[in-house]
Nanobody, 124 residues
Framework: QVQLVESGGGLVQAGGSLTLSCVAS????????MGWFRQAPGKEREFIAT????????YYADSVKGRFTISRDNAKNTLRLQMNSLKPEDTAVYYC?????????????????WGQGTQVTVSS
């Protein structure tokens, strides 16, 4: 059974940085693209970033492009999200997810496994 466990969330001031991690167990981490999503209070969950199965390709939502970096370490079954220049509007619960394919995916329906989420709060 595939399990995804996020960590690294917390409280940070605007302009600061955080790095989120997601460790996968079960299944074959190396064979699937991965993604990060977030859900702010009262809003729908939204796509943030995705990376292909070998980490050679990435794709970002416009809202985070240039500030966030997604990466993966297949030897450690770990996905990361480096978040810089954080803004109060980045406050949300952040989720990692594993897709059903090897290539970049931005739709939630393309993902079959989800972590429990980690809270990121950015104060102004």
């Amino acid at each position: 059974q595939v399990q995804l466990v996020e960590s690294g969330g917390g409280l940070v001031q605007a302009g600061g940085s955080l790095t989120l991690s997601c460790v996968a167990s079960g299944g074959s981490f190396n064979d699937y693209s991965m993604g990060w999503f977030r859900q702010a209070p009262g809003k729908e969950r939204e796509f943030i970033a995705t990376i292909n199965y070998i980490g050679s390709m990435t794709y970002y939502a416009d809202s985070v492009k240039g500030r966030f970096t997604i990466s993966r370490d297949n030897a450690k079954n770990t996905l990361r999200l480096q978040m810089n220049s954080l803004k109060p509007e980045d406050t949300a619960v952040y989720y990692c997810a594993r897709s059903r394919e090897k290539w970049l995916k931005s739709r939630q329906g393309d993902y079959s496994y989800w972590g429990q989420g980690t809270q990121v709060t950015v104060s102004s």
